[in-house]
């Protein structure tokens, strides 16, 4: 396989996976809907922000920063020219990839206690 036709198989293979994918937080986000706000603080910890809007209903917001580093690449290929053989070297360099993501519970107060009743949905690199 040409390095082409093999960046071009990996480029189809991430978008494959980013769809399977794509419902994960969501889906996970769902499972709240109805439970005390504590079951999100139990699992996730205390929110980074907590935003009053009125009339007895709150948003809980988590963030979560990422970060991946991305190797990398150096390859090289024998070319001929009219003086010889030449050998060519290619270099990618590597890099950090940074990804900030919100996750926000909405919550209704009721008997002294703050229960979720919705969540936002987060941005597609967040699922």
């Known amino acids: 396989m040409s390095t082409r036709g093999h960046s071009l198989a990996l ?3 991430f978008a494959a996976a980013l769809v399977c994918l794509s419902a994960c937080a969501s889906d996970v986000m769902k ?4 439970q005390p706000l ?10 980074t922000a907590v935003v ?4 007895g209903e709150r948003a809980y917001q988590w ?3 990422s970060t991946n580093v991305v190797s ?3 390859s090289g290929e024998v070319r001929r020219t009219k003086h010889g053989s030449e050998y060519e070297v290619t270099e990618t360099p590597g890099y950090v990839e940074r ?15 703050w ?9 597609l690199e967040c699922e």
Do not use: M
Request: glycine share 12%; with cysteine; hydrophobic share 25%.
């Open 63 to 65: 963030r979560k920063i």
């Open 38 to 47: 504590e079951s999100v603080v139990l699992d996730y910890g205390p929110p």
């Open 11 to 13: 480029k189809s293979l």
């Open 52 to 55: 009053e809007l009125g009339q």
């Open 115 to 123: 229960f979720i009743t919705n969540f936002r949905k987060p941005k």
């Open 72 to 74: 990398g690449s150096s």
């Open 99 to 113: 990804q900030e993501c919100f996750y926000t519970f909405y919550a209704r107060s009721s008997g002294g206690r």
């Open 31 to 34: 499972n709240y809907v109805g």
